[in-house]
């Protein structure tokens, strides 16, 4: 029952916000925002007292500041500002996966005035949106055409739409996968209107399952890397050469979802062996051109280390189709991603990635490389806090790869309460965000920049050295 003396003394938006405990935050935000919290504070304190679950006996104005003071946490902490990855995953989707190269970020800060979007300068005439990053796509992977959309889930609705809509496209059992976020293939299919022709089996599906199933229905056969999920043992699946072999009318789309965009051209294949061996086996958008796949699809942000974007590459004819969809004005770039995307293409272009991308510097540090770095770190750190260089391993992360680990090197923080400290890591200004393991926190070298070492190890003293550090109702994850 609801207890009318407790709901009077409920204080009013104005009185509450009067609480001297309130002043700093009245500094930092406009009345309306903190009016804002006020009025969600109060209502969820009558809410308490209504249910009678727990009749408070703390005075109101302190239960509800602290209900405030619990707001504004939520609120500043998901506005969106620099951090520092320690954990070792590579393209950590929570962290924005690829870090931009200078040269993009500069570009975006180019473009973000006015800039020729839509214009060649030099001929004043009207250009196609994006035309220059499908030149430098064509040169880098040789393929005919190409059309930039949002990410590669917009990618991938945009083709199967396009090319598929009312009819059957083909799809081994084995890769109706989830890609994250509910993103499921087999509703994808359903909301392009299309139908999904499932062959073969869980493990192992032969290119005549693909060969029986096809009929007049059939738009397109899809072959989907299975990125976040690792099949071994008794499998077997048709490589894209032979899906594109098997249609010898033509007339029929064959269509790569590669995810994660490995371009793996001569040069990086050979280059990146030794210290990534699985990259041998990662399929690669070289291999779907040159097999003759019709379209193939990847993320930006993913291996090629850019914005994120969708990239579908292709046959003219094909890919005309896509140009011509009404989805693709819905689905265009924006110029700042174009932008980061050109500057990113030609880092390519130029084989200067390792050099250059963030992520293929994160990809091709060698173990003794990181070490060294940690062991700076640590003589920074020693003696005030109590750590250790350790051998970890980092991961690629962003549904690639999963399962394979790269050797690392990492600094072991010795701490009481490990997961306390990493929140306040995460909590720090930068944040720092490092992984728990074994009661003790984490910070895997590999992902941190080289530019951030120091900056890093003044965070961890810091956060380390600032006492006490109290078992509070902190919501702390291990944040991987
Ligand atoms: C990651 C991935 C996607 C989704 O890419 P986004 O750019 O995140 O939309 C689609 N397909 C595959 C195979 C992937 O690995």
Not at 235 to 247: C, F, G, R, S
Request: proline share 5%.
């Amino acid at each position: 029952m609801p207890d009318p003396i407790q709901l009077r003394t409920i204080p009013s938006v104005d009185r509450l916000l009067r609480s001297e405990l309130l002043e700093p935050l009245g500094l930092l935000y406009p009345h309306s925002t903190l009016v804002m919290w006020a009025r969600g504070a109060i209502e969820e304190y009558r809410d308490k007292i209504q249910r009678a679950e727990q009749l408070p006996k703390e005075d109101p104005v302190k239960d509800l500041v602290s209900r405030i003071i619990a707001k504004e946490r939520i609120y500043a902490g998901a506005k969106i500002r620099a951090v520092i990855n320690a954990t070792g995953v590579i393209l950590h989707t929570n962290l924005g996966r690829a870090p931009l190269a200078k040269r993009a970020v500069q570009r975006i800060v180019d473009a973000a005035g006015t800039a020729n979007v839509e214009m060649n300068l030099n001929t004043g005439k009207r250009n196609h949106r994006g035309q220059h990053c499908v030149d430098l796509l064509c040169q880098l992977t040789k393929c005919e055409d190409a059309v930039l959309v949002n990410n590669c889930a917009a990618a991938t609705m945009m083709v199967l739409q396009s090319v598929a809509s009312h009819r059957e496209v083909i799809i081994s059992r084995s890769q109706l996968v989830e890609i994250g976020g509910g993103f499921r293939l087999p509703d994808v299919f359903r909301s392009a209107g299309v139908s999904l022709r499932e062959v073969g089996t869980t493990n192992r599906t032969y290119v005549h399952d693909y060969e029986t199933a096809i009929s007049e229905k059939t738009a397109a056969v899809m072959r989907v890397h299975h990125s976040n999920y690792k099949m071994s043992g008794f499998v077997t699946e048709p490589t894209i050469a032979e899906l594109v072999q098997m249609d010898k009318s033509n007339a029929i789309a064959i269509i790569d979802d590669l995810g994660s965009g490995w371009l793996g051209n001569a040069k990086q294949a050979k280059e990146y062996a030794s210290t990534l061996p699985f990259l041998i086996s990662e399929p690669s958008v070289h291999a779907s051109i040159s097999a003759g796949a019709d379209l193939t699809l990847f993320s930006g942000d993913k291996l090629l280390g850019g914005p994120q974007c969708g990239i579908i590459l292709g046959k003219r004819n094909w890919v005309q189709k896509l140009k011509k969809s009404p989805l693709m004005r819905a689905m265009r770039l924006d110029k700042l991603v174009l932008a980061a995307l050109e500057a990113t293409l030609e880092i390519h272009l130029e084989g200067r990635a390792e050099t250059e991308l963030p992520i293929h510097r994160m990809l091709t540090q060698t173990p003794a490389a990181i070490k060294n770095r940690c062991e700076h770190v640590s003589s920074l750190l020693n003696p005030s806090v109590c750590c250790r260089v350790v051998e970890c391993e980092s991961q690629i992360g962003g549904g690639s790869m999963p399962g394979e680990k790269i050797e690392s090197f990492g600094i072991n923080l010795e701490h009481r309460h490990p997961n306390l400290l990493a929140a306040k890591l995460r909590e720090n200004n930068p944040s720092v965000h490092a992984r728990v393991t074994n009661q003790s926190v984490l910070l895997d070298m590999r992902t941190v920049p080289e530019t951030m070492t120091e900056v890093l190890a003044d965070c961890v003293r810091r956060c380390y050295l600032d006492e006490p550090i109290t078992a509070d109702d902190h919501d702390v994850h291990s944040d991987v």
